[in-house]
């Protein structure tokens, strides 16, 4: 099948959790940007969720949150294709072709895999370990035939995965003959890796302990104006982008990243103010993008059987494409 010329988009979102304004401006905006220009695939990866221990029902409330929130942020179905992972049985499937094709050694030396793990390697599951696989084969199925590089969104954290995936691309083809194409990471240079508000030298993440780290986007504007007013910013008084000020620097480029405004910009608005004064206005920047996704989302979650709908008719496109590749590398491989 002759599918549309040019690159595809690709990316992925584990339900683990609540979303926070590091998935959000580290990935979700560059989505609705792209999926304008590019036929796009968003997907929430429900199978890499379960590589630590999830329980079932919240699974699946997550996963509908999720999806939810995408929709509410500017995922728009009618232009792109959102849908959930384990909907569509030839991402587990390519992803066994490519576990027999990846080495341990390139595995063990995962960073997110030694983070996750931690000292509990012995007792990780071997889903956790594999689970760069399952990214690479969430990937590679939308490379399309014939095959067109995949642009893959994604915040700093996810580079070196992205290299697997290019790697196994790669190793396949030149063993196989060519079915896949070339992934192609997308990485903004601001806010591809916003960091925790207590502490800013590690990044904003679903699975962090410390509510006070980390702004959900469903939080309230009380939370808001709390966990902003809370932030470390570390001494001195000056309000400007000074990177060895990991905190201040955070909170300077959320600022950034939310009134689209140059950084002199803001440093001369910010000039003979403190910190206080930063945080008050950041607080009421951060709320005021909020508020109407918020409310989007509630409008969302009020119709289940029009989101389910949505989801459904995702995985009815996201399938014909991935069939199509699939088949392809079966055959490839023999297996046809
Ligand atoms: P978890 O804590 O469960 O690992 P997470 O917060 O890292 O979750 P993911 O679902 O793994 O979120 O990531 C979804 C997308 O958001 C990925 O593209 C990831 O790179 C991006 N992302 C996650 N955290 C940040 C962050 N702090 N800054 C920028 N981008 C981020
Ligand atoms: N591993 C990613 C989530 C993810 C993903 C993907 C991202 C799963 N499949 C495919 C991009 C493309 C993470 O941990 N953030």
């Not at 030298?201 to 699975?207: E, Y």
């Not at 302990?209 to 902003?228: A, E, F, G, M, W």
Request: charged residues 25%.
């Amino acid at each position: 099948m002759e599918s549309q010329p040019g690159p595809r988009v690709l990316s992925g979102i584990m339900p683990t959790g609540s979303l926070h304004l590091g998935n959000y401006l580290g990935a979700i905006v560059h989505w609705v940007d792209l999926q304008h220009r590019y036929p796009s695939f968003f997907c929430v990866v429900d199978l890499h969720a379960i590589t630590t221990p999830q329980k079932p029902t919240e699974l699946h409330e997550k996963t509908r949150e999720v999806a939810g929130l995408l929709l509410a942020a500017g995922i728009d179905p009618s232009v792109a294709t959102i849908f959930v992972q384990s909907h569509v049985p030839a991402h587990a499937e390519l992803a066994w072709m490519l576990d027999c094709i990846a080495s341990m050694g390139r595995l063990e030396r995962m960073t997110q895999f030694k983070e996750k793990a931690g000292r509990e390697r012995e007792a990780a599951s071997v889903g956790l370990f594999a689970y760069p696989v399952l990214q690479s084969a969430d990937i590679l199925l939308y490379s399309g035939r014939p095959p067109r590089p995949v642009l893959v969104p994604v915040g700093a954290d996810q580079r070196q995965h992205l290299e697997l995936a290019r790697d196994l691309a790669a190793r396949f083809n030149h063993r196989f003959g060519v079915v896949f194409g070339e992934p192609e990471p997308v990485i903004s240079e601001a806010g591809a890796r916003i960091m925790g508000l207590q502490n800013p030298t590690k990044k904003m993440s679903k699975s962090g302990k410390n509510p006070y780290d980390t702004i959900r986007l469903l939080d309230s504007p009380d939370d808001v104006r709390r966990k902003i007013a809370r932030a470390v910013t570390g001494p001195g008084r000056e309000v400007r982008f000074d990177e060895t000020q990991p905190g201040l620097y955070n909170l300077l480029t959320i600022y950034q990243l939310l009134s689209g405004e140059s950084r002199s910009d803001i440093e001369s608005h910010f000039q003979g103010k403190g910190y206080a004064d930063l945080k008050r206005e950041l607080a009421e920047l951060i709320i005021a993008r909020l508020r109407p996704l918020q409310e989007r989302y509630q409008e969302i979650r009020r119709d289940r059987a029009a989101l389910e709908g949505v989801l459904a008719e995702g995985c009815q496109r996201a399938r014909v494409e991935a069939d199509v590749v699939l088949q392809a590398a079966k055959s490839a491989m023999g297996l046809g």
